[in-house]
Structures are given as C-alpha cells and as structure tokens.
C-alpha cells in the first residue's frame, strides 16, 4: 500500500509542476510583442500617459527578453513569471550600465491587450507586500500596440 501511495504522490507532484510550466508558458507567450505605457500609478494616485509625456515607457518583449525604451534610451532585461502565485509574479533582471544584474520583483496582471505590472524599486530586492502603489511601489498598465 506505501508503494502505491507514494507512486500516486510522486505522479500528483510530477502533474502539478508540469501544469505550472504550462502556465508560465502561456503567460509568457502571451507577453509577446509591443506594448506602451498608458497609466502610471505611484502613491495611489494614477496619471495617464502619452508619448509625449516624461514618464512614457515602450516595451518589446520576445522570448524572455525586455527592450525597454524610456525618453529614447533602450534598457535590456530578462524576466520570469510564476503563474501559480497569487497574484502572479514576475521577476525582471536589468542588464548593462550601473543597473547590471539588479532584480526587480513585482506582480502582474495580463488580460487580453492590457499588462498590468506592479513593481518596486531596482534598489529594494524585496516583492511588494501587494499588489497596489504605495511607498516606492508603482504600477504601470500597458496596451499592446496593434501593428
């Protein structure tokens, strides 16, 4: 009978990391393409953004890969996302410059065309407690820029 058991956990944990990489996989691939930043949020309060305004991000995703273009200078970075956390986190490593290899730890959001990304401080190693802006914690909502 402990055979059996331990089979049938060892099965049960084998099914649930491979669901996990699933879901992780779909988030991802849905993350693909162009987005631009249409609302900030800092200190609970929001401010739309357009291209024109200081605070515009655009953001090519491929693959695991960021480009992230703020007033002109491109950024490179990584990211990784777990679909099994509540809410769902992503992880964003920066790459070059004085940023190189800093981790930033937040959550997300993705329904259909729009990307929400809550985020701290490059300097704060630490996930925010929450999912909302307070402190240094800020939440940016994309659209996905239609070709």
């Not at 992780?24 to 993350?31: G, I, L, N, T, V």
């Not at 964003?92 to 190189?100: F, N, R, S």
């Not at 909502?141 to 070709?147: A, D, G, I, L």
Request: charged share 35%; with cysteine; proline share 3%.
């Amino acid at each position: 009978m402990t055979r059996y058991g331990f089979a049938l956990l060892t099965v049960g944990l084998f099914l649930i990391a491979a669901q996990a990489l699933a879901d992780d996989k779909a988030d991802k691939d849905k993350f693909q393409g162009e987005w631009s930043l249409v609302t900030r949020e800092e200190k609970g309060e929001s401010q739309k953004v357009t291209e024109d305004s200081e605070h515009y991000i655009k953001l090519k995703i491929e693959g695991e890969k960021f480009l992230i273009t703020i007033r002109g200078d491109d950024h490179d970075a990584t990211f990784s996302v777990d679909s099994t956390k509540k809410p769902k986190t992503i992880d964003v490593t920066l790459k070059g410059g004085d940023q190189d290899g800093k981790v930033m730890k937040g959550f997300f959001e993705l329904d259909g065309d729009t990307l929400k990304i809550c985020m701290g401080n490059p300097e704060n190693p630490d996930r925010p407690a929450e999912f909302k802006s307070k402190d240094e914690v800020k939440v940016f909502t994309f659209k996905r820029v239609k070709k």
